[in-house]
């Protein structure tokens, strides 16, 4: 969680297996793309920071966060991964669509990792405004995107 005492970003790289050989799906919200695509990008960056190959990265879009769940079950499905991170931006608005949205894809992420032997690793921001994505997609708080990245390469070094 960033906080004014964590930023996303920092961690310890020693305590981080060696990624080389991983097979890494990454399926993306285009909606909020702005955040989105900055996400995906400090996921991508520190893949391969610790010897995850292009090769071995394979982003697919959904239109909208909603989507993660089934588009992170395909991906997985259609390729043979080691671990797949779901990102996507849900900002609250003036109605309950947001909390309808949150869980629901909270709740599809937790069910592909009791279903699959693999991790799905939750990378999805759930922000009161626009400004608190920002500061966690590479602004003040980091990006979150790195720390998903950094869980799915702890995530596959510990089934292994």
Not at 109 to 137: C, H, S
């Amino acid at each position: 969680m960033a906080s004014s005492l964590k930023n996303l970003s920092k961690y310890d790289p020693e305590t981080v297996p060696d990624a080389s050989g991983m097979k890494i799906g990454i399926v993306v919200s285009e909606w909020n793309e702005e955040v989105t695509a900055a996400l995906a990008e400090g996921a991508v960056n520190s893949l391969k920071k610790h010897g995850c190959n292009d090769e071995n990265i394979i982003v697919m879009p959904v239109p909208g966060s909603f989507e993660l769940t089934f588009g992170s079950r395909l991906i997985a499905e259609k390729h043979a991964l080691d671990a797949v991170i779901a990102i996507g931006c849900v900002i609250q608005g003036e109605t309950r669509h947001f909390e309808f949205i949150c869980q629901a894809v909270a709740h599809g992420i937790t069910e592909l990792n009791m279903e699959y032997d693999i991790p799905f690793i939750f990378g999805v921001l759930t922000t009161e405004n626009q400004q608190q994505a920002l500061d966690r997609a590479g602004g003040k708080h980091g990006n979150k995107g790195d720390e998903a990245a950094i869980t799915a390469i702890k995530m596959v070094g510990l089934k292994r």
